[in-house]
Every structure is written in C-alpha cells, then in structure tokens.
C-alpha cells in the first residue's frame, strides 16, 4: 500500500515521504515542532484529522502510528 507523509505548518519539520507498506504491519510516521509551548499536533489522513481508535493511535503527538494496516490506509498523511 501507499503512504505519503508531509506536514503543512511551519512549525512543523517533516519531508515528504512516500512509503510502501505490506498488509498487517505497523506504520509510524514522524514530525518534529519547534517554538513556544505548548505545541500541538493533529493528523490528518486526505486532509481529515484523524482520532486515536481502531488502528490509528498518536493521533495529537509527534508519531501517528497505524496498526496492522490494509487497503483502506493507503492515503495521504500530514501533521498539522
């Protein structure tokens, strides 16, 4: 499957990355925030924030991580 990451805010250091993820494993994407706390953190799948359940855990942090991902993951992903 296939996931983009990118982070759309200036406070916000992620590049762009296109991954390649087989079925049922675990996918992690990364950003880091500099400026004055507090710094907040949303992710975003196709531009749509994302809440913690299901697969997606770390939804409001730096890492997004998607457990035992499928078909319906391949997407676009952004911290925001």
Do not use: M
Not at 19 to 45: E, H, N
Not at 50 to 73: E, F, K, Q, R, V
């Amino acid at each position: 499957y296939g996931f983009t990451e990118s982070s759309e805010r200036h406070e916000h250091s992620a590049s762009a990355d296109s991954r390649q993820y087989l079925p049922g494993t675990t996918v992690q994407f990364t950003t880091s925030a500099t400026g004055d706390a507090p710094i907040s953190y949303q992710w975003q799948k196709n531009q749509v924030n994302l809440a913690n359940g299901g697969h997606y855990s770390g939804c409001t942090t730096a890492t997004l991580t998607i457990s035992n991902c499928d078909s319906s993951d391949a997407a676009s992903y952004r911290c925001g």
